[in-house]
Each structure stands twice: as structure tokens, then as C-alpha cells.
């Protein structure tokens, strides 16, 4: 369904940004969408500005060439997605296009070619592929993946899709299940209708798989388990869209553990040396060296987060800093990442978001 932008319903409001010439970060939080400048020199954020009000959505996405932001999205009228542009002035989001589905979406991917949009459904048990239109407002062309099965503890009593991407030129779309153990991997024509299943490839039994760090030309790809708090490294055969286990590691010490903690984002740097993953309960980001022969890790450093409920975090576009939005404490933290080391240096500056649950830098937008 598209929505008009002239609709004052959907409008967004203004960002009036005293810019400090640094990154935009986009946040989603109570409340909608709020962007945010990250000074490249010093590592400070600016204050918060809300870029576009709407009930809070869960993850967000951008489209590789055109400048759309996609959230999951809800209202009164029940859950979706949507996509967002910016105004006339530049400095504002309006809200371009919706569509509906049945549940909320946990995580987003868009397609390199820009021709797809795929959506994780944690509750529901599915993955949906929406095609998207030539000014990437998106389409009622939609092809739900349901999929099945279950693990031993108790958040896999059903399916759990968590995470979802394009791969292999866009004929791959790969979906990590937390409650089969599994990842599911499809093949993608010409439309989201002929997106099939083509091959899984079996966890241990209680991971628990949340998200996955995947490399674009092969090599390794390294999986949060969620439950059993342990990094998992695949080898990923790029052309096949292939998984083989190679190493399982765990974040955090046996006597360290504390009840209900566990993993959940996971980011590979830009720089392709070190590995980061965020423990919940715990609250600390675990930071491991890459070997450069084998992709294999090695644990260096856990850091505490300085947030409660560390469920998301990224790295800036100059892989400089690290920027973790903390779900309970209702703020957004950044550490200095150590080129040489990888280590993290807290920085001196803090913001103060409602229910922060996804912090995206992209560079642009």
C-alpha cells in the first residue's frame, strides 16, 4: 500500500541538527526513528533529533544506491514494513510506502540490486521477500517463507527466524533460525515469488543462532549463539552458498555466566582483524583477534558495555569507533576501537534514547 507523503498523518518531523560535520547514525527507538552525528575525530555524538515519529520499530535497513530507509514498522493499524525519504530540505524523513503483514519483524536486509527486501519474523515463524519498486518504495508483491522445527530450551519451541541477507549475487538469501538450530539458505530468481528453499546446515543443539557476521566473497563467517553465550565459525563457500563448521568459542567465562544472559549482535570490523559480539545480562562487548591464515578467533578482550542490554550495536563507516545502544538504560555509548589491537577505549560521551534497539552507520543518508 502506498502512502501519500502529503498525508499530514504520516509526515515525519524535522531534523534541525546543529551538525558537527560528522556521521549520521540512524537509531530506532521509542518513538520512531532518530538520527544522530557521530564526530569522526572525537568519537562525541551530537544530541538526539527525532527524524520521523511512529511506534518504534525493531531494525532498519538501506537501500544500496538510493536514499530509502526501510524499519519495520507499526501502528495502530497493526505491523509491516516501511520505507523513508528524505524531504525537500534534506534534513527530514517522510514516510513513502507501507506494507502490511502479520507479525513484527526482528531484522531487515535489502538486496545489493535493490530489487528485494527480506524480513526476519522472530514470533511468527517466517521470513517474508518483498520486491521493491524502481524508487524503492516497496511492493504488495510478497513471498512468505514459513519454517519449521525446534530445539531443546525453552525459546525454541517453534521456529525463530532471526536474522536474514543476500548473497552470492543476490541468487542467495540466507535466514539464521535461533529455534531450529539451523540456517536456512534460499535461492532467489527474477521474483519473490520463486524464491525455494535450497539447503540447511545443523547447529549444536541449544546454540540458539541469533545473528551472523558474513563475508561477501567467502572465507568465514562468524554466528552469535544466542542461548549457549558461544561464537561459531563457518567456513561459507561463496558460490555454492555452503556452511561447514570450523571453531566454536565461547564469549564468556563458565564461572562468569549469570542467569538470562546472553549473545546478540555480532560484527566482523571493516578492517576484516577482530570480531565483536555483545553479552546481555553480562553486559559487556567481547572482542576477539581474526587469525589472517585460517579466520579462526582468539579471545582478547571483554569489555563492559556501560549500558544495560547491550542488544545492538555498529561500527562507524571509518571503523574507528564502536557505537552500542543499550535496550534498558535507554542509552547510546561509543568506544574507540585500537587499529592495531582492537581492543576498546570508552569514550566520553553518552546519549539518552528511549528503548534503543538498532544503531546503523552507513556512511550516507
Known amino acids: ?73 507499526a501502528d495502530e493499524e497493526g505491523a509491516g514494513y516501511a520505507s523513508f525519504k528524505p524531504s525537500g530540505d534534506g534534513r527530514s524523513l517522510e514516510l513513502q510506502s507501507v506494507q502490511r503483514v502479520a507479525s513484527g519483524t526482528a531484522h531487515l536486509a535489502v538486496s545489493a540490486n535493490g530489487r528485494f527486501l527480506a524480513g526476519a519474523h522472530y514470533s511468527e515463524g517466517v521470513n517474508y521477500v518483498l520486491e521493491l519498486e524502481a524508487d524503492g518504495s516497496i511492493s504488495n508483491r510478497i513471498k512468505r517463507l514459513a519454517q519449521e522445527g525446534s530445539g531443546p530450551k525453552r525459546p525454541q519451541r517453534q521456529a525463530r527466524p532471526h536474522w536474514v541477507s543476500f548473497a552470492g549475487g543476490d541468487s542467495l538469501l540466507h535466514s539464521v533460525d535461533l529455534g531450529t538450530d539451523e540456517i536456512w539458505t534460499y535461492a532467489v530468481g527474477d521474483a519473490a515469488e520463486s524464491v525455494v528453499l535450497k539447503h540447511k546446515v545443523k547447529f549444536p543443539l541449544g546454540t540458539g543462532p541469533r545473528h551472523m557476521a558474513l ?29 561447514s563448521p570450523l571453531q566454536y568459542v565461547s564469549a564468556v567465562n563458565a564461572e562468569d555466566q549469570v542467569e538470562n544472559s546472553n549473545l546478540s549482535e555480532i560484527q566482523r570490523h571493516k578492517s576484516g582483524r577482530f570480531v565483536y559480539t555483545a553479552v ?69 560521551t553518552r546519549i539518552e534514547i528511549g528503548n534503543p534497539v538498532c544503531v546503523r552507520a552507513w556512511g550516507r543518508l
Open 1 to 73: 500500500m502506498k502512502v501519500s507523503p502529503l498525508s499530514s498523518l504520516f509526515l515525519c518531523g524535522f531534523l534541525c541538527l546543529a551538525r558537527l560535520g560528522g556521521e549520521p547514525l540512524w537509531i530506532a527507538g521509542e518513538g520512531g526513528v532518530y538520527r544522530v552525528e557521530l564526530d569522526d575525530e572525537s568519537g562525541r555524538l551530537s544530541e538526539p533529533v527525532l527524524a520521523c515519529a511512529y511506534n518504534s520499530g525493531s531494525y532498519l535497513a538501506i537501500h544500496p544506491e538510493l536514499d530509502v530507509l526501510y524499519s519495520s514498522y
Open 215 to 243: 563475508p561477501e566473497q567467502g572465507g568465514v563467517a562468524y554466528v552469535s549463539g544466542e542461548l549457549n553465550l558461544v561464537v561459531n565459525s563457518l567456513f561459507y563457500d561463496a558460490t555454492s552458498g555452503r556452511f
Open 280 to 348: 546481555r545480562g553480562l553486559n559487556r562487548i567481547v572482542a576477539f583477534s581474526v587469525d589472517p591464515e585460517t579466520g579462526l578467533l582468539q579471545r582478547i578482550e571483554s569489555e563492559d558495555a556501560r549500558v544495560n542490554w547491550p542488544r545492538n550495536f555498529t561500527i562507524s563507516d571509518s571503523g574507528k569507533w564502536l557505537i552500542v545502544a543499550g535496550q534498558h538504560s535507554g542509552e547510546v555509548r561509543v568506544f574507540a576501537i585500537d587499529p592495531e589491537s582492537g581492543e576498546l577505549d570508552p569514550v566520553d
